[in-house]
């Protein structure tokens, strides 16, 4: 195929995971890389259903139109949440087809669309703690200790599935050409043992209790499942995947 990362096919296609709890793989995109270079990047999306029938869909794909009626036919769409900075691109197209959605900011996402001139306007600030909204559904904190960037984690409870972006990535070799497989091992963020990018963790330098407060909170969830935005998903062992990425975050 032309591009030098596999997609996870079929794509732009709601597919359970837990009842009540969707992922939809969607197209690549090219990411920043170092020397004004690009990576690709596959994506993925999670929608939930809450238990008023409304659904929340997390870091929303690029969209099309047989992607938009299956939506349709789980329920109205109320919230669009990007979780972290770097996953909003594509919500302005999701809030045009649902306007009556509230559409959720990141810690630092208004800055960056601004700075890139993607349109993207928000409604609601996503906070430390689960808005009324979805309180009773998912449980959520604001990944903190980085200086570059805030994600903003969530746990489905009613299937304890943590719901993650870029604090952990997992791509496959066989999925990627030699520089990127290269470029992966680099950045430690090779399946089956993927973990946060190389370049994020040196953002924590200096403020790891910081993390390492977020990541007793998360293991307290006791997850069974990770789904992640970007490569193989751990679908099961959620606890245990989850103490091990983070185990660079250990005191000694």
């Not at 890389?33 to 690709?40: D, N």
């Not at 299956?70 to 109205?76: E, F, K, R, S, T």
């Amino acid at each position: 195929m032309a591009m030098d990362t596999a997609l996870y096919e079929p794509i732009n296609t709601l597919k359970p995971i837990a009842p009540g709890l969707w992922i939809v793989d969607g197209p690549i995109v090219r990411m920043a890389a170092p020397l004004g270079t690009s990576a690709p990047f596959p994506t993925r999306m999670t929608l939930a259903r809450l238990p008023d029938g409304a659904l929340w869909c997390h870091s929303p794909v690029a969209p099309d139109a047989e992607l938009f009626e299956a939506v349709d036919a789980l329920g109205p769409v109320r919230h669009l949440v990007s979780p972290n900075k770097l996953h909003y691109a594509h919500i302005a197209a999701w809030k045009q087809r649902y306007p009556q959605a509230i559409a959720w900011a990141s810690p630092g996402v208004r800055e960056r669309a601004a700075g890139q001139r993607i349109e993207a306007h928000f409604d609601a600030e996503l906070e430390d703690a689960a808005p009324t909204a979805w309180a009773g559904s998912l449980d959520q904190l604001r990944f903190k200790g980085s200086r570059a960037i805030e994600e903003v984690v969530f746990l489905h409870r009613p299937s304890a599935t943590l719901i993650l972006a870029d604090l952990i990535e997992n791509f496959e070799a066989g999925r990627l050409d030699a520089p990127m497989r290269w470029i992966a091992r680099l950045g430690g963020v090779l399946a089956p043992n993927g973990k946060m990018p190389l370049d994020m963790r040196l953002t924590y330098l200096g403020h790891r209790a910081e993390a390492r407060a977020c990541i007793e909170r998360m293991l307290g969830w006791q997850p069974q499942r990770i789904v992640l935005a970007h490569g193989r998903c751990f679908m099961e062992h959620g606890e245990a995947e989850l103490r091990r990425a983070f185990a660079w975050l250990s005191p000694s």
